[in-house]
């Protein structure tokens, strides 16, 4: 997606950067205890970029 220069604050970046930042170092040391769900969290995550492009429809 993309999103013009000046429509999202710096501000609210920055804070969605720091949430994301603090939410993989919370369960950082669970999934080194289970690297299965290492490669499932990748999954998961690789199959729902994929088909969010995938589907894209232009506006």
Not at 1 to 16: R, S, T, Y
Request: no cysteine.
């Amino acid at each position: 997606m993309h999103i013009e220069p000046g429509i999202i604050a710096q501000a609210k970046i920055v804070l969605a950067n720091a949430s994301a930042v603090g939410l993989v170092a919370y369960y950082a040391r669970d999934l080194l205890r289970q690297p299965a769900d290492i490669v499932r969290t990748l999954l998961a995550a690789l199959f729902f970029s994929l088909f969010m492009q995938s589907f894209h429809v232009n506006v």
